[in-house]
Structure formats: C-alpha cells, structure tokens
C-alpha cells in the first residue's frame, strides 16, 4: 500500500491531472491547454504544476501561469473541508478581450462551460474550503478591447486598443468560503502605461460577492483612456494623471461606493486639425470625493483648479472648436456594448452636489475667424469661486471670477446661475474695464465697416433670465475712440459713425451707451449676437436721427426748437428768444468739442424780397434827402416833409404817370361849398410809396448777402469771445445760403447742421 500511494502520487497523480486537464479542454471547451510540468508529493501534499497555457478558439493565449504551487493540509482528512495551507501562483497571466459584439473571452468561455455542465438537478453545495495563504506574484492581466464602429485604424483613432496590468501581487489571508465570512485582501499592480493601484481590505463571496478597504492611484495616465474619450469627442487626450485615495465598497447592496481624495495633475487635451490646446489645467483636487452608485449621488467638498487653460475658436463658417468635437453618434444598426438586456427606460439622474469650485491662475484664449478681420484675445490670472452647485436644489450657485483681458484689462463675473437649468434663474454681472479698442477692430468692421484707431472700452454687462426670458440692461463706456480706416463687409449696418461719435463723446473724450437687450432665449430664432447688434445699432440710429433732441436733453432745452434758429422778414439780427436758443445751443456744443455746426444761412424771394425793397427805398431817399440838405437816419417814405421828394422819386420810376391825375384820383369833393375840394394827402403818399417800393430790384446776391447775415449773426453769437461757453470759430461751417420757396408765419427759420468735427 505504502509503495502503491508513492507511485501513484508522485508518477500517477501529475500524469492523471494533466490528461483529464488536456482532455476536458480540448473536448468539452474546445481550445487547446499546455502543461509543461506537473509535481505531487503525496507526503507533503503539495502540488506544482509549472508553464501552463490555454489558448482561445482562435489560437490565441488566453490565460497561464509559470507555477502554480498547492500545500495542502492533512487536516482536510480530519476535518472533512478542503484545507490549503498556501495557494501560490507565479507569474499568471491572463489575456482577456472584449469584442464589437460585447462579450468577452472570458464571458464566453464561462457561457460555454455553463452549457456543457447544464442539468436539470439542484446545483451541489459548495464545498467547506479554507485557504490560509491565497498568493500571486509578478501577474500579468492583458485586456485588449476592440472599439465600436471603429473601421479604419490610424495612430490616432486606433481600432483596438489594450491595457496590461504588470507586477499584480495579490495576498488573501485566512480565506473561508462561509456567508458572511471575510478574508484580509491586499492588492496592488502596474500598468504598463502608467500609474500604481493598490487595494487593502476585506474580501466577502457568500453569499454574495463584496469588497471593503483603503484603495489607492498614484499617477495613472489618463493617456490610456484617449481612444475611450474619442467615442465621444474628436479630441487628443495628450496628457494628465489620475490620483485617488480613500475608502471603497462593493456588494450586492451597494454595486458601488467610494469616499475619499481625488486629484487630477497636467491634463492637456487637443483637438483640430492643428492639434492646438482645448482645455486642460496644472491641477485640480478636491479632498473628498463622494460616490454611490446605489444613490446615484456624487458629492465633493470644493475642487481647486489651477492654471485652468481653454481655448474657443470661432471659425469662418461660424462653427466653433467645442461644437466640432462631438463625435458623430453611431447607426442605429451599429454595434455597441449596450447591455441586450437594456430597456429604453430613462435612468434616473444623478445626483450631483459640488461644495464649490475655486479657480486660481486661469487663462482662456478666445478667436474668431468668422469676421473680416480675424480676432483673438486672452484672459488670464483668472481666480475667483463659485458656490455650491447642486442638481436637487432650486438654489443658484454665486459665481465670483476675476482675470486679466490682454496687457491691461480687466474682466470680472459676478453673479447667480442654475448650472442644471441656466434658462430658468440667472444673473449675471459681467464687468470689463480698460479694454484696448483697436483689438476689437475686427467686430467693429463687421458691425459697421470701419476699423479702431484707438481708445479704450469698458463694458458692463448685465444679464438676467427668467423663465427663459432675457433681460439684459448692459452699459458701454468708450474713452477716447478714433475711427481708423473703412473696410468692406456685407454685414456692415450703414451708420455714419463719425457723426455719432461726435454727437455721443462729451468733452473728457467719453461715450457713456445704456444698451438695453431683451428676448426669448427658448425660441428657435433667438440669435444673441443678432440682438447685441440690433440694440448697439438702435442706439447709434436714434442719436444720429434725432441729433437735437439728444442735445437739448445734454443742456435741459426743447428739443425741437435747438435745431432752428430764425428771423424777421428781410432781417438777419437775432431777437432775444432766438439768442438763448443759440446760447443753449453753444452750451450742448461745449459738452461735444468733436461735434462742428452747420449754418446755411435762408432767405426766400417771396418772403425776403418785400422787405428788401422796402429797405432799398428807404436808402434811396436817405439819400436824396441828404442831397438837398437835410440829414435823416431813418426818414419816412410817408412823412409829409418828404412828399417832395417822394414824388420826384415816383417820376424818376414812372416818367410816363401823370402826377396831377393820381392827386385827382386822392381828391374828393366836399359838400359845402365854402370847403371847396380837399386832398387826402395820406393816401396819396402811401400810394407813391408803394409804387416807389414795388419799383425797386431785387437781385440775387442781395438775397443771398442777407442769407449770410443771418448766418454770421448765429456765428458770431457761437464764437463770441466775451461768453462763458464760447466755441471754436473752426466749428462753425457757413455753406452756401439756402433758397426757401415758401415761408408759413413771419418768421423764416434756418436749419443747423451738425457734423463731425473731422469731416
């Protein structure tokens, strides 16, 4: 007996293990399993099996070891349950791959053994099993994965990607398959991209499997997750390491559960076809990280983020970097790994509370290529806070951010949002000071076809959605602004923008805009840019159309009268209403030194021309009168001291009348004889004035001097030295007097001009 169990375990046993090993392989599972050497010694009760390979259906390896090493305890015999004093394995090594259909090598070889074991009896019970030492050293786990609707392997978007966990050591302690029962479990490996993890807990399997302990990862590459995030987004994952530590948790309550630090160094991601920086940042951590799957809830108290970088790219068909990146969804008769068993049922939502998110060291580049011009700034220094954020409350999160525009600007945001649903409850201030115009040009020439020369913008943008309304009160101050050069663009609003900037800079150089924007954010038409645009523009239309409005609302005057100056018939003095109109007039001008004046000074024949004549007569016997002598400032064409004169003035014009005919026609008969006749001598003399005052000529160029007069008279008033709010000569303009057809009331009325100092 003893000579037959000594052949039987040392010669017998190794050779009966490796057939039935070979035989139920290549039989029942159909795949091919290589044993290089098998030891047992029935004394000790060990065993070793050495270089072991089981190769898939397809000739591929998919698991083996280089020694498996069993001490079995002879208390096994006694105590009826299986006990082993030490379970080692040596370098294993398994090859696991996932394919286009979902399943797995794995999955697949288990389906199969399930299906060759198939019975219709009750499973047999578990056997007692204890392990007090359960080993692996130096293992190797390959798992290579082939992507889903990935047709055409690149460097970029490979086709299958794999992952090799190294030097995996595992250690169970005191292992015992009873419910409720659990083992020490210390694990931890390498991958080969990168990164260490390592768990160190309890192990449960009945009566169901479960896991609890302190797990770690220390600087895993996120670069091998790159394919897995091209799925999603057409992006170049180039950089970033993952750290955790803290406390996990998995069993049949709870499929998922982890409480602990976590840290996220260097990430840099790429997209484009110049593979330039998207978003990225030197570090973000948070100490507590809080999953359940069970729950569905993520909780973190607040995460830091330093040196946050972006990059959003406006491109010329308008598309943006951030909207190119989303990777095309697959067919509906693609394959997936959804699970077969899935329903369409909706998950319910996670979750999601963020003590707060702080920012420090950010920098975010903007371009537009979309404009005649190509635009591109940057902010930088970005730091500020934002509060809690959270999915299951009505709460807003407050926002306070801070950064640096370009060389010498400054940006900041402050503010409430709803992260989940921005479109019902949001308001937000953003401020923006001491921007560089000229770095916008190429907005100003889509806006209005003309470049900044120079200035500076502050810009404060007030923005509050409410019920998916938008109402938005924004402020813009320009210092300094200088047009520069026209450019084409057939987005161009047609503005005069020289003359609205003359009319809106006040004397410190300053243009103060209210900018009011509302609208539906909901509506499919809704364009915001559209509406920024409409507003800037109304505003600019509104000043230039109604110029004297918007200066007699600068001084407190009637803004229909400021634009007017006028006149008596055949005069060019002001009388006083019309001088505090060009006072108030001159005191608006003060407050816009970039704004000239034009006075095109009118006149009218039919209006004009009476009192001309009437003027010109009154010299003419001025003149004579002086001639025989007597001197009269204003002498009288009526007077009866100047009947003589008159009556030789009417037969200079009249040679042919009869004197003695028109007295006839001003004679009457009296009565009574004792009166005799009697001439009323009034009346003749306003008839020969009147004859006389007709008779005179009226010539263009006096109508026109009169013209100038009147606009000299609002010159001189503008420019007049001795007032306190007198102008440059410079910006009064005398165009070319302006004929006016037909007058209603007794005044004619002279239009002002304005224009743009430049011009």
Same mark, same amino acid.
């Given at each position: 007996?003893?000579?037959?169990?000594?052949?039987?375990?040392?010669?017998?046993?190794?050779?009966?293990?490796?057939?039935?090993?070979?035989?139920?392989?290549?039989?029942?599972?159909?795949?091919?399993?290589?044993?290089?050497?098998?030891?047992?010694?029935?004394?000790?009760?060990?065993?070793?099996?050495?270089?072991?390979?089981?190769?898939?259906?397809?000739?591929?390896?998919?698991?083996?070891?280089?020694?498996?090493?069993?001490?079995?305890?002879?208390?096994?015999?006694?105590?009826?349950?299986?006990?082993?004093?030490?379970?080692?394995?040596?370098?294993?090594?398994?090859?696991?791959?996932?394919?286009?259909?979902?399943?797995?090598?794995?999955?697949?070889?288990?389906?199969?053994?399930?299906?060759?074991?198939?019975?219709?009896?009750?499973?047999?019970?578990?056997?007692?099993?204890?392990?007090?030492?359960?080993?692996?050293?130096?293992?190797?786990?390959?798992?290579?994965?082939?992507?889903?609707?990935?047709?055409?392997?690149?460097?970029?978007?490979?086709?299958?990607?794999?992952?090799?966990?190294?030097?995996?050591?595992?250690?169970?302690?005191?292992?015992?398959?009873?419910?409720?029962?659990?083992?020490?479990?210390?694990?931890?490996?390498?991958?080969?991209?990168?990164?260490?993890?390592?768990?160190?807990?309890?192990?449960?399997?009945?009566?169901?499997?479960?896991?609890?302990?302190?797990?770690?990862?220390?600087?895993?590459?996120?670069?091998?997750?790159?394919?897995?995030?091209?799925?999603?987004?057409?992006?170049?994952?180039?950089?970033?390491?993952?750290?955790?530590?803290?406390?996990?948790?998995?069993?049949?309550?709870?499929?998922?559960?982890?409480?602990?630090?976590?840290?996220?160094?260097?990430?840099?991601?790429?997209?484009?076809?110049?593979?330039?920086?998207?978003?990225?940042?030197?570090?973000?951590?948070?100490?507590?990280?809080?999953?359940?799957?069970?729950?569905?809830?993520?909780?973190?108290?607040?995460?830091?983020?330093?040196?946050?970088?972006?990059?959003?790219?406006?491109?010329?068909?308008?598309?943006?970097?951030?909207?190119?990146?989303?990777?095309?969804?697959?067919?509906?008769?693609?394959?997936?790994?959804?699970?077969?068993?899935?329903?369409?049922? *909706?998950?319910?939502?996670?979750?999601?509370?963020?003590?707060?998110? $702080?920012?420090? $060291?950010?920098?975010?580049?903007?371009?537009?290529?979309?404009?005649?011009?190509?635009?591109?700034?940057?902010?930088?220094?970005?730091?500020?806070?934002?509060?809690?954020?959270?999915?299951?409350?009505?709460?807003?999160?407050?926002?306070?951010?801070?950064?640096?525009?370009?060389?010498?600007?400054?940006?900041?945001? $402050?503010?409430?949002?709803?992260?989940?649903?921005?479109?019902?409850?949001?308001?937000?201030?953003?401020?923006?000071?001491?921007?560089?115009?000229?770095?916008?040009?190429?907005?100003?020439?889509?806006?209005?076809?003309?470049?900044?020369?120079?200035?500076?913008?502050?810009?404060?943008?007030?923005?509050?959605?409410?019920?998916?309304?938008?109402?938005?009160?924004?402020?813009?101050?320009?210092?300094?602004?200088?047009?520069?050069?026209?450019?084409?663009?057939?987005?161009?609003?047609?503005?005069?923008?020289?003359?609205?900037?003359?009319?809106?800079?006040?004397?410190?150089?300053?243009?103060?805009?209210?900018?009011?924007?509302?609208?539906?954010?909901?509506?499919?038409?809704?364009?915001?840019?559209?509406?920024?645009?409409?507003?800037?523009?109304?505003?600019?239309?509104?000043?230039?159309?109604?110029?004297?409005?918007?200066?007699?609302?600068?001084?407190?005057?009637?803004?229909?009268?400021?634009?007017?100056?006028?006149?008596?018939?055949?005069?060019?003095?002001?009388?006083?209403?019309?001088?505090?109109?060009?006072?108030?007039?001159? *005191?608006?001008?003060?407050?816009?030194?970039?704004?000239?004046?034009?006075?095109?000074?009118?006149?009218?024949?039919?209006?004009?021309?009476?009192?001309?004549?009437? *003027?010109?007569?009154?010299?003419?016997?001025?003149?004579?009168?002086?001639?025989?002598?007597? *001197?009269?400032?204003?002498?009288?064409?009526?007077?009866?001291?100047?009947?003589?004169?008159?009556?030789?003035?009417?037969?200079?014009?009249?040679?042919?009348?009869?004197?003695?005919?028109?007295?006839?026609?001003?004679?009457?008969?009296?009565?009574?004889?004792?009166?005799?006749?009697?001439?009323?001598?009034?009346?003749?003399?306003?008839?020969?004035?009147?004859?006389?005052?007709?008779?005179?000529?009226?010539?263009?160029?006096?109508?026109?001097?009169?013209?100038?007069?009147?606009?000299?008279?609002?010159?001189?008033?503008?420019?007049?030295?001795?007032?306190?709010?007198?102008?440059?000569?410079?910006?009064?303009?005398?165009?070319?007097?302006?004929?006016?057809?037909?007058?209603?009331?007794?005044?004619?009325?002279?239009?002002?001009?304005?224009?743009?100092?430049?011009?």
């Amino acid at each position: 007996m003893i000579v037959l169990y000594t052949l039987l375990g040392f010669f017998g046993l190794p050779w009966i293990i490796q057939y039935l090993a070979v035989t139920t392989a290549q039989e029942d599972l159909g795949r091919e399993l290589r044993i290089e050497a098998i030891q047992a010694n029935p004394y000790s009760l060990t065993l070793r099996i050495d270089g072991v390979e089981l190769d898939d259906t397809d000739n591929r390896q998919l698991l083996g070891w280089n020694r498996l090493f069993i001490d079995l305890a002879w208390s096994s015999v006694v105590n009826r349950a299986w006990t082993f004093k030490t379970i080692r394995f040596d370098q294993p090594i398994i090859q696991e791959e996932r394919f286009a259909s979902g399943e797995t090598r794995l999955s697949r070889l288990a389906a199969e053994q399930s299906d060759n074991g198939r019975s219709d009896d009750e499973p047999a019970p578990l056997p007692a099993l204890r392990i007090n030492d359960l080993r692996v050293e130096d293992g190797v786990l390959r798992f290579a994965d082939n992507l889903p609707g990935a047709t055409a392997a690149t460097a970029d978007h490979p086709k299958r990607v794999t992952l090799e966990l190294q030097d995996v050591g595992l250690s169970v302690k005191q292992f015992e398959l009873q419910k409720g029962t659990r083992s020490p479990l210390r694990l931890e490996g390498q991958l080969s991209g990168g990164g260490m993890l390592a768990f160190d807990g309890t192990l449960q399997v009945l009566p169901t499997p479960g896991l609890e302990g302190s797990t770690r990862i220390d600087e895993l590459s996120l670069v091998q997750a790159a394919p897995y995030l091209r799925q999603f987004a057409d992006v170049r994952l180039v950089g970033g390491t993952l750290d955790l530590s803290g406390q996990m948790q998995t069993d049949a309550q709870q499929p998922f559960a982890f409480q602990g630090s976590a840290a996220v160094e260097a990430l840099s991601i790429r997209a484009g076809p110049d593979d330039e920086p998207l978003i990225g940042w030197q570090g973000l951590h948070t100490e507590r990280l809080g999953l359940r799957l069970k729950d569905r809830q993520l909780e973190t108290d607040t995460i830091f983020i330093d040196g946050l970088s972006g990059r959003v790219v406006i491109y010329e068909d308008q598309t943006t970097n951030f909207g190119q990146i989303i990777a095309q969804r697959p067919s509906a008769d693609a394959e997936d790994y959804s699970d077969p068993g899935r329903t369409d049922e *909706e998950a319910a939502p996670f979750g999601i509370i963020i003590e707060a998110i $702080d920012l420090t $060291d950010g920098a975010l580049r903007f371009a537009d290529y979309s404009l005649p011009l190509p635009f591109s700034t940057s902010i930088h220094t970005l730091g500020g806070q934002i509060s809690t954020l959270s999915s299951t409350s009505a709460e807003p999160a407050r926002i306070k951010l801070e950064g640096q525009v370009a060389e010498y600007g400054l940006a900041r945001v $402050d503010g409430t949002v709803d992260a989940w649903h921005p479109t019902r409850a949001t308001n937000l201030q953003l401020s923006f000071s001491n921007l560089q115009i000229p770095e916008y040009s190429p907005y100003t020439v889509d806006f209005a076809g003309r470049k900044i020369a120079g200035g500076t913008m502050d810009l404060d943008l007030d923005y509050t959605v409410k019920d998916k309304q938008l109402d938005g009160q924004n402020n813009l101050v320009l210092h300094d602004l200088k047009l520069g050069e026209k450019m084409a663009s057939s987005d161009a609003m047609d503005l005069p923008l020289d003359l609205a900037i003359a009319l809106l800079q006040d004397s410190e150089g300053v243009i103060d805009l209210d900018l009011p924007v509302t609208g539906n954010v909901a509506d499919p038409e809704f364009d915001f840019n559209q509406v920024i645009r409409q507003a800037l523009g109304n505003a600019i239309t509104s000043v230039i159309e109604a110029p004297f409005s918007f200066l007699a609302s600068l001084v407190g005057a009637d803004s229909e009268d400021l634009g007017q100056v006028e006149f008596l018939q055949g005069r060019a003095d002001l009388l006083p209403p019309q001088r505090e109109r060009v006072a108030k007039l001159r *005191e608006a001008l003060n407050q816009r030194p970039a704004l000239a004046v034009e006075l095109a000074g009118p006149f009218s024949r039919t209006f004009d021309g009476p009192a001309l004549q009437r *003027e010109k007569a009154t010299q003419t016997l001025r003149r004579r009168l002086a001639e025989a002598g007597r *001197e009269a400032a204003d002498p009288s064409l009526t007077a009866e001291s100047n009947q003589g004169v008159l009556e030789q003035m009417f037969t200079t014009y009249y040679p042919q009348a009869d004197l003695q005919e028109i007295r006839a026609r001003f004679t009457e008969t009296q009565d009574e004889p004792s009166d005799g006749t009697g001439l009323d001598a009034l009346a003749y003399r306003n008839h020969l004035a009147e004859r006389v005052i007709a008779a005179q000529s009226v010539t263009d160029a006096e109508l026109e001097a009169i013209a100038n007069a009147r606009a000299s008279a609002v010159r001189d008033t503008l420019v007049d030295p001795t007032a306190n709010t007198s102008i440059a000569a410079d910006r009064v303009r005398l165009p070319d007097p302006k004929e006016i057809d037909s007058v209603d009331g007794e005044r004619i009325a002279m239009e002002v001009g304005v224009t743009a100092d430049s011009d």
